[in-house]
């Protein structure tokens, strides 16, 4: 079994920002692609920022140049730094991750269980 946890998410003000972090543990054998998404009330679940095992990163057009995405491959774990934080981001996030198991010939993809943001005005 694989498990995502996510981790800091929170209440902020306008203007500022706050971090958000994703581990995955359990039957890994290796991880690809890692993302972030989120779920506004009454909203689609959106793409926010997504990043390959190598690095190469792409944001959703909403969150470019306030947003970065970054990952510790050797700690399985995906980073969300927030910046500029607006009541429209307001959230529940969502990670998300490929990971294939020792006993797996694919990778599978995983959701963690969410983290609240809320940005006050």
């Known amino acids: 079994q694989v498990q995502l946890v996510e981790s800091g998410g929170g209440l902020v003000q306008a203007g500022g920002s706050l971090t958000v972090s994703c581990a995955a543990s359990g039957n890994i054998f290796s991880v690809n692609d890692m993302g972030w998404y989120r779920q506004a009330p009454g909203q689609q679940r959106e793409l926010v920022a997504a990043?390959?095992?190598?690095?190469?990163?792409n944001y959703a057009d909403s969150v470019k140049g306030r947003f970065t995405i970054s990952r510790d491959n050797a700690k399985n774990t995906v980073y969300l730094q927030l910046n500029d934080l607006k009541p429209e981001n307001t959230a529940v996030y969502y990670c998300?991750?490929?990971?294939?198991?020792?006993?797996?010939?694919?990778?599978?993809?995983?959701w963690g269980q969410g983290t609240q943001v809320t940005v006050s005005s």
């Open positions: 990043i390959t095992s190598g690095g190469a990163a």
């Open positions: 998300n991750a490929e990971v294939r198991s020792p006993s797996d010939y694919v990778y599978r993809n995983y």
